[in-house]
């Protein structure tokens, strides 16, 4: 970064008085919380991390220094949960991500599809790799290709689970023209996501680490389970909170 474009001292200064309001504020929140899920304790922690992530690169800007604190991203975290304790009925969402990697395979797929169900009317859709798509998940259910997905070509890309909460449950095609268009991310009960740059982070600790390999159980650095535990796979649960 070139002199004219760092920061100056006093805006270096005035970031780190914003931190110590910030900080200042979020106490107070704290201790005039209502409940677990204060929504003033939430905003609170909320502009105490900017205004954090502001010092902290002004500083490195500036000075070429940082901070010793890690401030969580709250680009994902849910808020305060609103919704009935109760419900009465729920909407599970569900988002999965697959990259086409191998075409052919997909195709082939398709055109046995399309052989076994030919009523004679002569419509080739398995030809083209938008067809292939439309013909192989209408036949199949997804939970069946994502089981299935190197079969059809695919290899699974990130995925994300949203339980949500319901007052009532929805009228018959009441939101079927935008399925996902009225989410409340304070109904959201709990999520799951799955995706490889938690697997990036496990690689990164493993990495980190200043023992040697052959004192290491390879199992257990990628798990970090002591040895008369269980493995559990690697799928994050990313439930509320933050």
Not at 36 to 54: C, G, T
Not at 123 to 149: K, M, Q, Y
Not at 189 to 212: G, K, N, P, T
Request: net charge negative; aromatic share 6%.
């Amino acid at each position: 970064m070139s002199d004219a474009a760092q920061p100056t001292a006093a805006e270096v200064r005035a970031a780190a008085e914003a931190v110590k309001t910030a900080l200042d504020r979020h106490l107070a929140a704290v201790e005039h919380r209502s409940g677990e899920d204060d929504p003033d304790v939430y905003e609170a922690f909320n502009q105490l991390a900017a205004a954090a992530e502001v010092y902290d690169e002004l500083l490195y800007d500036r000075y070429d220094e940082v901070t010793p604190f890690e401030i969580p991203g709250t680009e994902d975290a849910l808020p305060p949960y609103t919704g009935p304790e109760e419900p009465n009925a729920l909407s599970v969402l569900i988002r999965r991500d697959y990259v086409v990697v191998e075409p052919q395979r997909l195709l082939a797929q398709a055109q046995r599809v399309e052989a076994v169900d030919d009523d004679g009317t002569g419509a080739d859709v398995s030809g083209t790799v938008h067809g292939a798509l439309g013909l192989l998940f209408g036949e199949f259910e997804p939970d069946e290709i994502a089981s299935r997905h190197k079969e059809f070509g695919l290899e699974e890309a990130d995925s994300t689970l949203w339980v949500t909460a319901a007052d009532e449950p929805a009228d018959a095609g009441e939101w079927l023209e935008a399925p996902f268009d009225q989410v409340d991310a304070q109904r959201v009960v709990c999520r799951f996501d799955v995706s490889a740059v938690f697997d990036d982070e496990a690689d990164d600790l493993v990495e980190d680490d200043d023992l040697l390999e052959d004192e290491l159980d390879p199992e257990l650095v990628v798990t970090g389970l002591d040895e008369d535990e269980d493995l559990e796979p690697l799928d994050v649960d990313r439930s509320r909170g933050r």
